[in-house]
């Protein structure tokens, strides 16, 4: 259920709402409001890029590119993912297996700048905690379909 939820979360609300405005709005100190995410939302993501973290509010071009990953690869992987952990499908292993290793990589490189990078955070407690999730995700993925070649079903015998 715990996976369900983290991956309900990211589909609904971090890739198609927090990621895609990184895409969407090149320089967020001056833009046209897009027809996606709304305005109320935007506000909120600019507040908490201006207040905390300072490298999402300068999207330098590495990050962005972990950024077109999430839209791109991360966010059809969460709905297949919802899809085959709620209906326990064995098939979902290796799709899981790629997701955390490259989730994990993405999470320990953009924190790293957000630490000790040139786009250091004021607050690292807080951004670490709000990336903790996102950290403790693919140990807990791998964790379920790493145990066994068929995580959701029995073997025949």
């Known amino acids: 259920m715990v996976l369900l939820g983290f991956f309900g979360i990211n589909l609904l609300l971090v890739t198609y709402v927090i990621s895609l405005e990184q895409i969407v709005?090149?320089?967020?100190?001056?833009y046209a409001p897009p027809l996606w995410p709304p305005q109320p939302l935007l506000t909120v993501?600019?507040?908490w890029?201006?207040?905390f973290d300072p490298l999402?509010?300068?999207r330098p071009a590495w990050y962005r590119a972990t950024i077109w990953l999430d839209v791109l690869v991360f966010g059809p992987f969460y709905a297949v993912a919802l899809y085959a952990f709620g209906?326990?499908?064995?098939?979902?292993?290796?799709?899981?297996i790629i997701w955390a290793s490259i989730m994990f990589t993405n999470v320990f490189i953009i924190l790293f700048d957000e630490l000790r990078g040139a786009h250091?955070?004021?607050?690292?407690?807080v951004v670490v905690m709000a990336n903790a999730a996102w950290l403790l995700a693919?140990?807990?993925?791998?964790?379920r379909v790493l145990r066994k070649q068929h995580p959701f079903t029995e073997e025949g015998a």
Do not use: N, Q
């Open 25 to 30: 709005i090149d320089t967020p100190f001056a």
């Open 120 to 125: 250091a955070s004021p607050h690292p407690v």
């Open 138 to 143: 693919p140990f807990i993925v791998g964790w």
């Open 56 to 58: 999402l509010w300068a």
């Open 49 to 51: 890029e201006k207040t």
């Open 87 to 96: 209906r326990g499908r064995d098939w979902i292993r290796i799709p899981s």
């Open 45 to 47: 993501i600019h507040w």
